[in-house]
């Protein structure tokens, strides 16, 4: 049985129409597959201590266990997610606080780009007072700001792998890009508990308050 030129362009328009359907599929998981390559390149690689606005002026808290952290700070616990036992050794810090002479405060993390929605999603139900965020875009992220149910404002900066929150913007736009800080807490993971450095004599000096 022949096949008419009219059926053979139509197979032939299936085939291609098909191919191309299957070529887009493909790219569609090599971008997704990219995509997730990246984010969790920027979770690895994230290094919060360096965000940190006039490092030597505060006294930093690195954070294993929040329920023993001494200050009245708000610790907005972060979404269970599995990345954060492939990112940290069990003694690592996975929050930054950085305390200041005056009493005001930073919150830092390296967090999962996956997981900043939930994040966001938090601020929203529990510390907005119901109005939308303003968004805006800051250094290499983001920054919202949401008004509080204590009419304060709460400020929130994103970047790929990193968050932090303060009541002060101006902590969270300056970094100090302090690399011997830094080192400092990825050198002192061996020991389990929290620590607190302070920056005297040329060098950061650390100390430790023992897990519960």
């Known amino acids: 049985m022949r096949v008419s030129k009219r059926n053979r ?5 299936s085939i291609i129409a098909f191919l191309l359907l299957i070529a887009g599929i493909a790219f569609a998981c090599l971008r997704h597959l990219s995509q997730q390559k990246e984010e ?8 919060p ?3 940190i606005a006039y490092p030597r002026k505060a006294t930093v808290w690195s954070i294993t266990d929040i329920y023993s952290f001494p200050h ?10 599995p990345h954060t036992t492939t990112r940290f050794h069990s003694s690592s810090p996975s929050i930054l606080i950085a305390i200041y ?3 005001t405060w930073a919150v830092w993390s390296a967090i999962h780009p996956g997981t900043t929605d939930n994040i966001t999603t938090y601020f929203c139900d ?8 303003v ?13 509080t149910q204590d009419n304060h404002f709460l400020h929130l900066y994103e970047q790929s792998g990193v968050i932090g929150y303060s009541y002060h913007e101006e902590l969270l736009i300056h970094p100090g890009n302090d690399t011997t800080l830094h080192r400092a807490i990825e050198e002192s993971t061996m020991v389990v508990g929290n620590r607190f450095f302070r920056y005297h004599n040329n060098k950061w000096q650390w100390q430790y308050t023992k897990a519960q």
């Open 126 to 133: 529990k510390i907005s007072n119901g109005f939308t965020p």
């Open 49 to 51: 201590a360096l965000h």
């Open 135 to 147: 968004k805006e875009k800051k250094q290499k992220g983001y920054i919202y700001h949401f008004a």
């Open 72 to 81: 009245d700070i708000p610790l907005i616990a972060l979404p269970a997610e």
């Open 101 to 103: 002479p005056d009493s």
């Open 9 to 13: 362009h139509r197979i032939i328009y």
């Open 40 to 47: 969790l390149a920027a979770y690895h690689n994230a290094a």
